[in-house]
Structures are given as structure tokens and as C-alpha cells.
């Protein structure tokens, strides 16, 4: 079975594995241009809740929830 090749701008906007997978590399690569620290937990804490196929926005509240409590602040939006 052939898998259809995504056309270059649905790469930004797919919901498939392949399209994530390349945003996220992306992200990565915008991240080392940018000097900025890698955070290895939080890398890890992402891959997990996606192949425990936790949906985004819960994946979003929980992340977001993790760098309130790394940073001590609760106010982080």
C-alpha cells in the first residue's frame, strides 16, 4: 500500500502523524537557531503523552502546568 505524500503547506496544518512529527522537528530546529535551551524533561513528558494519545489540548494544559511548576510561578499564562 502507498501512503499519499502531503503537500509542503499541509505540513503546517495536518493533524497526521507524519505532519506532527515534522512540526516538531521544526520547533526543534527553530529552538538550536535560536540558542535556547533544550529541556530534556519536558521533551520527554511530550513524547509520552503523545503515544499515550493524550489529546492536544490536554497535552497543552499539562505542559503548560509543568514549566508553572519548573519555573516556580503560578501565573504564567
Known amino acids: 500500500m502507498t501512503r499519499k505524500r502531503l503537500h509542503p503547506k499541509d505540513l503546517f496544518t495536518s493533524q497526521s502523524p507524519e505532519a506532527r512529527a515534522w512540526r516538531a522537528k521544526q520547533a526543534e530546529v527553530d529552538s ?11 521533551a520527554a513528558l511530550a513524547a509520552q503523552m503523545e ?7 490536554e497535552q497543552i494544559a499539562r505542559l503548560i502546568a509543568y514549566f508553572k511548576m519548573r519555573s516556580g510561578n503560578s501565573s504564567l499564562e
Open 51 to 57: 503515544r499515550d494519545g493524550v489529546p492536544d489540548e
Open 32 to 42: 538550536e537557531i535560536e540558542g535556547l535551551p533544550r529541556d530534556p524533561e519536558a
